[in-house]
């Protein structure tokens, strides 16, 4: 039986047992207590609408109903964790321009090389594509406007803190481990700074609103075995490389030291916008399934529309989605459950 999934807060998380029994299927797998409303991850922060992993994202996530956010955590060379998604600094900063001649023989600028007091003197903007300085997403917010800066972890778990308390309402948190063979050949370990950050904040077990993710499997293992988090922890998977960890056998060893799965959307929903066996096979192995990501500027070429892509997502039974825009998830969520919302 797969963990509930749901965040540290009074709302209702789970559909009234008189409608889940007009719904029920009559199966006698399922488990006996009804299914959660899948979470909704925000992707980076609600990066549909402002630069990704900016507080302001963040602060738009919690806004618009946002169950968790997500953070993605790379190393400063002084060693502390920060909200990056690349370990370079290139296609969502100023750095060039801020610091000439910091780029390595890539002719690239890693995170690493910058103390955190460097990389706050940074303005990061719209994700754009370094070799052209053209947006990846055209229609999102201009790329080069505003004036938003690099926060660390510890900031940003202060700053979502701050807000579910102003607000009444809790949001969880759900860092990624980013490259962490790379960043140990860097001479960091973010997965043992990650979990001693996410103690000291009060996220330690199960029962706290977070989950941490990572795609090295040898990591995921680590993080419970040597590491000893005890907290919610999901595999990600991602493309054919990684077709063994959804093996029978795979998912196994998964569910030896995960909670949950994190597959892309096509592992989920086949190229002909049919739903795969996946989600059933990791019920199965007792995983959950937080698919990632919903884009309204990315569909799959089967989808006519983003709703559809939603639909056809939400209908597979997953546990959560990644998603850029979370106002239209929750909608579509409360749309297609009638009971979702505050
Ligand atoms: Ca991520």
């Known amino acids: 039986m797969h963990a509930p999934h749901a965040p540290r807060s009074g709302r209702t998380r789970y559909l009234p047992a008189s409608v889940w029994a007009a719904l029920l299927l009559p199966s006698p797998t399922v488990a006996a207590e009804p299914p959660a409303v899948p979470i909704v991850i925000a992707h980076r922060g609600a990066s549909g609408y402002l630069p990704e992993h900016t507080l302001a994202a963040k602060s738009l996530a919690c806004a618009q109903g946002a169950d968790f956010v997500e953070q993605d955590v790379v190393m400063s060379k002084d060693g502390i964790p920060v909200v990056l998604h690349d370990t370079t600094l290139d296609a969502v900063s100023d750095v060039a321009a801020r610091f000439p001649g910091r780029a390595r023989g890539d002719g690239r600028h890693h995170v690493t090389d910058f103390t955190l007091e460097e990389l706050r003197l940074l303005t990061l903007s719209e994700r754009v594509d370094p070799a052209t300085g053209k947006q990846v997403f055209p229609a999102r917010f201009p790329a080069g406007q505003g004036r938003f800066g690099i926060v660390s972890l510890e900031e940003e778990l ?4 701050g807000l579910s308390r102003s ?3 809790t949001v969880g948190v759900y860092p990624e481990i980013k490259s962490p063979a790379w960043h140990r050949a860097e001479g960091h370990d973010p997965a043992a700074a990650v979990v001693a950050l996410l103690r000291r904040h009060g996220y330690a077990t199960k029962d706290d609103p977070c989950f941490i993710q990572c795609f090295d499997p040898d990591e995921v293992a680590r993080l419970r075995r040597d590491l000893g988090w005890e907290g919610r922890l999901v595999q990600l998977v991602g493309g054919k490389d990684q077709d063994a960890l959804v093996s029978a056998e795979g998912l196994v060893r998964i569910a030896a030291v995960a909670d949950g799965i994190g597959p892309s959307i096509d592992r989920v929903v086949d190229g002909s916008g049919r739903p795969t066996d996946l989600v059933a096979r990791a019920r199965a192995a007792g995983l959950a399934v937080h698919a990632w990501t919903l884009r309204r500027d990315r569909l799959p070429a089967w989808a ?3 709703d559809e892509l939603q639909d056809r997502l939400l209908a597979t039974g997953i546990d959560g989605a990644f998603t850029d825009f979370p106002d239209l998830t929750v909608a579509r969520l409360r749309d ?7």
């Open 158 to 161: 202060a700053f979502l803190a």
């Open 167 to 169: 607000t009444g309402r």
């Open 304 to 306: 006519r529309s983003f």
């Open 336 to 342: 297609r459950t009638g009971l979702r919302g505050d």
